[in-house]
């Protein structure tokens, strides 16, 4: 099966800068449509950006993240700059097998275990 493990979170402050990492393992990378989701305490989980060539990104990350992927590496990466308070959250690498159209918020079937981004004020 397809495993997904993140890296990357941590404390920083308003205004910093952070990147995220995920690694894939078990199928060919290019198969896997990724994205990143993020869930703060007592929300519900949202999808911040997804990436197939093209990349898709949330209202709210939009200029401040960017979502990359290194097929060679089997790593989708996810740069997040002007971070603010409101990006706290635990934050989910997602993976799903490639169909013919491209659907970049769509339904996700695997997951990693989540790493912590917190944004003090």
């Known amino acids: 099966q397809v495993q997904l493990v993140e890296s990357g979170g941590g404390l920083v402050q308003a205004g910093g800068s952070l990147r995220l990492s995920c690694a894939a393992s078990g199928r060919t990378f290019s198969e896997l449509d990724m994205a990143w989701f993020r869930q703060a305490p007592g929300t519900e989980r949202e999808v911040v950006a997804a990436?197939?060539?093209?990349?898709w990104y949330a209202d709210s990350v939009k200029g401040r993240f960017t979502i990359s992927r290194d097929n060679a590496k089997s790593t989708v990466y996810l740069q997040m700059n002007s971070l603010k308070p409101e990006d706290t959250a635990v934050y989910y690498c997602a993976a799903t097998i490639v169909l013919p159209i491209w659907d970049p918020i769509g339904r996700y079937g695997y997951w990693g275990q989540g790493t912590q981004v917190t944004v003090s004020s």
């Open positions: 990436v197939r060539w093209n990349a």
